[in-house]
């Protein structure tokens, strides 16, 4: 049984930073990619940054570029998003999400229908 916790979060000013974790237990993340999206009320649930971790491949998308940083820890099972520099848009729930039956290793995906295992959502507000 897959399940991923996650924490982190809260309420932060523009240009600052936060550090979302999510702890996975049910299945190794180093054979699997995972995923961070976020969603805000009325829109799609958008893929922000993606990894394939057992070969340490990473994707992001444009609008997180240079400011955010997918990374995990082998030991811990654990999947983490560090966001900084962040902006009024960046506001929304996120979550961590586990592909276990990635085949997109080169360049993990971003799209939300790839993925099969969610959190439960954490909120980070950016004002």
């Known amino acids: 049984h897959v399940q991923l916790v996650e924490s982190g979060g809260g309420s932060v000013q523009p240009g600052g930073s936060v550090k979302l974790a999510c702890e996975v237990t049910?299945?190794?993340?180093?054979?699997?990619?995972m995923g961070w999206f976020r969603q805000t009320p009325g829109k799609e649930r958008e893929g922000v940054a993606s990894?394939?971790?057992?070969?340490?491949?990473?994707n992001y998308a444009d609008s997180v570029k240079g400011r955010f940083v997918i990374s995990h820890d082998s030991a811990k099972n654990a999947l983490y998003l560090d966001a900084s520099n962040l902006k009024p848009e960046d506001s929304g729930m996120y979550y961590c999400?586990?592909?276990?039956?990635?085949?997109?290793?080169?360049?993990?995906?971003?799209?939300?229908?790839?993925?099969?295992?969610w959190s439960q959502g954490t909120q980070v507000t950016v004002s």
């Open positions: 049910g299945v190794d993340i180093r054979s699997t990619c």
């Open positions: 999400a586990a592909d276990l039956y990635c085949s997109d290793y080169e360049v993990p995906s971003l799209r939300r229908t790839d993925f099969n295992r």
């Open positions: 990894s394939w971790v057992g070969g340490d491949t990473t």
